[in-house]
């Protein structure tokens, strides 16, 4: 029975893996870019989702949209004033800039909301569900459970949409899809305004149950890299089902062997897929 | 070009007779040790992350096996941390020639991740370890028990030492910039599958750079501990220590020879600087600070402050030159 | 290079460095003390508060405080066995770097001469500052690290006010041993750990003072503090049924721990934090509703209404809109001390200052902290420093043991969410 519960709470935080990897992957597949401030959206998510709930008493609802609009328009901005001029250079340069920007960020909200640890002023779908002697958190079920949707939605917006054909027409040729009369800048700014938004939205949505402070985004940044590297790099299908094996895999390892293996064994199995599948589990080879 | 390296190498020697004279003599001249202990790090990984092009972003693991065998030799055996150095090498040595097979055959951002992956994986395996002094980390002598503990008060002994290793390095690189390695790899690095298809040995020589890479990061991690005589998972193996290599080598220009030291001589004064006026303030004013100078660099001059050097001031130079020539 | 042209070289360089890097000098009238902690990096928060601690010390010392009864230095304004010199603190921040911590350390006391230190907060910080202290010979005074050889490693002028982890293993154990004594069934103990410096060195003391004290320990789980679900550990730790965990834990994962169990219905007979996140002011609103009866370790009490901690406590919200906690306390205490000590010395010599500090000998009622005193043994650490446990009831702790210090009675076991 116990196993089952694990079982079940490790998918459900692996589907809030998914989200926000979903965003990283989506930028580092379509415009090969890696994103080192990706954890700091996710922070910043968390941080407006506070706002929101201490300000105008928003629920879940209204603190995760407010988090998605803020990170879009931020992500949006960060492409035109940024991230365009550095992708002209070389891949040092975006190293540098996003990881002098994940420094800026996270160190602008330790000066406005200090480096004190938070909670939401009120505990939010606190209920627990039983099924059979299997506890579920209602926060947890719901948040798993729309995580995993907007990541499916976010496949589909890239695969089913015209917006999302543009977005992957500029990713394929920035040149063709230009003569085709896409404006690229446009896209890749819709693409990190997604990506951001993703994130920022897990963020909020993590809020519901989890302590956080300005220094929380390394810790989603890394899982972020592995879950994107094992899905294939700009593969939504590919990081959900990455998500949903690494939450999974923390879960179990951290249930049979202790907390502390649950890194080594994602980080080992991690390495061991590198030597054999170097393209991720659903990446192009 | 001849002229401004002896500038350079008579500057480097008198710093810490320079600074003597001011009030904070001491604390500059162990900025000094820090930056050139900076560079040799960022000098380290340009062999490999500059000329071949392979950015890696582990080289924690180098620098942490070089910082951890120094101080594990003093604290299970009592023995002179510096006999723990070439250890330390030899363990870097395993670990790029084990890292660098599987890895090495990844392109781009892959090969980056497979870096940070391992290099945490080691973080998080020293961290439970016992032996290596767990998460409490290792300890050098406390008090210097003769000279071989190269324990000094004043930062001046580490400064040359610092150098002499920095020279060696530099020499190094430029000998190999010059050499048919050189040429290989600054062909891998503009394009791999044209330079196999010329007939260079790409794998092979990618590993070449990792060893020498390692060689060098470890011996960079071993004055680290030898000087700071203390090392903890965190500050041997975190992945900051990788990224601050990447970043001072990226800052000053990868790929050449004297940007790691040109993005050293810059980092870490402005870091210590910051920290020295903001940090008392509690604010986070000095992250904001470093970290929106590192964005300008990256937006205004993304391949390296050299470029903005030779862009302006050599082609001056260049210039008088021309004119004095002409005339 | 003639003789005037290197003398120009050198000032020239001399005022550009100092210019860029140096505070300018002050008078030297009041006397220096540097401080080093973590005003950045992951242990800000601690860091901020025991900076807004240190300095409030700073202003009781400094200003006339007739209100505060028995605290040396508080009722009148600077040292008067400097003629009144006030204390000025500098305080710079080590970023939890190790190294960092060294060159700020190595800055203070030689560019800015200050006559003692105080710091570190981390462990690993204070090994390396205190080497930097110990060979220019300055007093280093450590607040609040708790790891054992950070004192007896020969160092001379090192002292640590704080108590040490096997003092408070050695507390908790004591404790449990009295409620067995009463009658409660205690047998089997769980240890959960966050696994950095300071929850791995507390949780390998409290292991061997458990198993000295003859206790079962059924689980010892290392965490790493940052997870981001703990749900398999609390499940693992309900199976194995302890009577009482032990929690050495930061302050996120301490109020995740709390809510899980909550979530997932597992209440063991008690709960012991190991003071850090159970002490951080953000515990208490974040799950008091949910944990009480937890106890956790402190040697900070704000006592009744009017009395000194009552008022520090009221100028310390004041300054900073939270409640004094333990950990910062601590710091307040060490600068408390060493104030003392220079006051003593009469000097701002170190030698001097050494020499005081040796001779501390500060009785329970002249200390803001509970411990029973303040007095150095040769490796400097406080032989009187003591802890209490203290219990949540309500929206606060309330000391509880031992029952000469208790101002409440104990409630076993713990009632968590449940009425």
Known sequence: MILVQVIVGGLLLGAVYALFSSGLTLIWGMMNFINFAHGEFVMIGMYLAYLVAVAFHGGPLAFSLAAAAGLFVLGAALYFGLIRAVMRGPMLAQILSTFGLALLLRYAAFWIFSPNVVTLPHSYLSGMINLHGILIRESQLVVGAAAAALTIGMHLLLTRTAIGSQLLAVAEDRNAAMLMGIRPDRMQALAWGLSAASAGIAGALMAISFPFSPEVGGTFALIAFVVVTLGGFGSVPGALLAGLMVGLIQALSAYYFGPIYKDIIVYGLFVALLWFRPQGLLGKA | MRRGTVALAAALLLYPWLVSGTGSSAFLQDMGANVLLAALGAAAWNIVGGYAGQISVGHAMFFGAGAYLPLLFFHHWQLPPILGVPAGIAVSLVIAVLIGFPTLRLLGHYFSMATIAVAELLRIIVSNWDLAGAAIGVQGPAISRGWWDLIFRSAVPYYYIFLAVLALLLFVTWQMQRSRIGYYLRSIRSGERAARSLGVPVRRYKLYALMLSATFTSLAGSLYALKTGFIDPESGLGILVSVQLVITAALGGAGTLFGPLLGAVILVPLQTATNTWFGGGGTGLTYIIYGGIIVLIARFEPGGLLELWHRHISSRFNKRAEARDAA | ?419
Not at chain 3, 87 to 115: C, F, M, Y
Not at chain 3, 172 to 197: C, Q
Not at chain 3, 325 to 335: H, I
Not at chain 3, 370 to 387: I, P, S
């Open chain 3, 1 to 419: 290079m003639n003789h005037t042209t290197t003398r120009t070289l050198r000032t020239l360089a001399a005022a550009l460095l100092s210019s860029a890097l140096c505070i300018p000098a002050q008078a030297a009238d009041p006397v220096k003390i540097g401080v080093v902690l973590p005003l950045s990096g992951n242990a800000a928060g601690a860091g901020t508060a025991a900076r807004a601690a240190i300095e409030l010390g700073a202003e009781i010392v400094n200003n006339a405080h007739p209100e505060l009864k028995g605290l040396p230095l508080a009722e009148t304004a600077g040292l008067p066995n400097l003629g009144g010199a006030k204390i000025q603190l500098e305080i710079a921040d080590h970023q939890g770097n190790p190294s960092v911590g060294q060159s700020q350390t190595l800055r203070l006391i030689t560019q800015d001469k200050v006559a003692a230190m105080l710091g570190a907060y981390q462990s690993n910080v204070s090994f390396t500052a205190t080497a930097v202290s110990e060979k220019y010979g300055i007093p280093f005074v450590v607040g609040d690290s708790v790891a054992a050889n950070i004192t007896g490693r020969g160092y001379k002028w090192v002292f640590r006010v704080t108590p040490v982890a096997g003092d408070f293993a050695n507390n908790y154990m004591l404790f449990l041993a009295d409620m067995k004594k009463a009658g409660r069934k205690v047998d089997n103990i769980a240890i959960v750990n966050e696994n950095t410096d300071y929850g791995t060195s507390v949780a390998d003391t409290v292991q061997k003072a458990a198993k000295s004290h003859g206790f079962n320990v059924v689980a010892q789980t290392p965490y790493s503090a940052n997870s981001s679900d703990v749900s398999a550990q609390v499940l693992q730790l309900k199976e194995k049924k302890p009577d009482a965990v032990i929690f050495i834990s930061y302050t996120a994962d301490a109020i995740l721990y709390m809510k899980t169990m909550k979530d997932l219905d597992f209440i063991p007979a008690m709960i012991i934090g190991d003071d850090s996140g159970f002490s951080d002011p953000s515990f208490i609103p974040a799950v008091a509703d949910i944990a009480q009866g937890v106890m956790n370790r402190s040697a900070w009490d704000i006592g009744k209404p009017g009395s000194a901690t009552y008022l520090i406590n009221e100028m310390y919200k004041k300054k900073t809109g939270r409640d004094l906690d333990d950990t910062s306390g601590r710091d307040m205490q060490a600068f408390f001390v060493l104030a003392d000590a220079i006051n003593r010395a009469g000097s701002t010599d170190p030698a001097k200052i050494q020499k005081a500090l040796q001779q501390t000998d500060l009785k329970r009622s002249a200390l803001m902290m509970g411990y029973r005193g303040v007095k150095f043994d040769e490796t400097g650490q406080n032989t009187e420093a003591a802890t209490y446990l203290i219990q949540l009831t309500g929206k606060e702790y309330k000391a509880v043991w031992p029952a000469q210090s208790a101002t409440a009675p104990i409630r076993w076991p713990m009632t968590g969410w449940k009425k």
